[in-house]
């Protein structure tokens, strides 16, 4: 059976492409890691990434406020702070 693409209409006025390709630096030892684990469970990373944004996105401010404060206590300060 063959598979049905998935259109998504956007509206004309709009000038943003539909994707767009970033690139973010993260600690080599701590991505390989992601990136074993995820070949290890058969998931694409970036299928993972993407639901990790939603998920923060979609996420109230206390969930947001739990996730910065675990990374915190796991990692340190390492954002910015000018």
Known sequence: MAKKSIKT???ASSGK???S???????TEL???FEEDCARHLANPKLVL???I???L???SKTRS???MRHRQRFGNTGSED
């Not at 390709?21 to 600690?27: A, C, M």
Request: hydrophobic share 40%; aromatic share 18%; no cysteine.
């Open 21 to 27: 390709q970033r690139t973010y630096r993260f600690n």
């Open 54 to 56: 939603l998920y923060w």
């Open 9 to 11: 209409k956007v509206p």
């Open 50 to 52: 993407e639901a990790l």
């Open 31 to 33: 991505f390989e890691s």
């Open 58 to 60: 979609e996420g109230d």
């Open 17 to 19: 492409p539909l994707t």
């Open 66 to 68: 739990a996730i910065a």
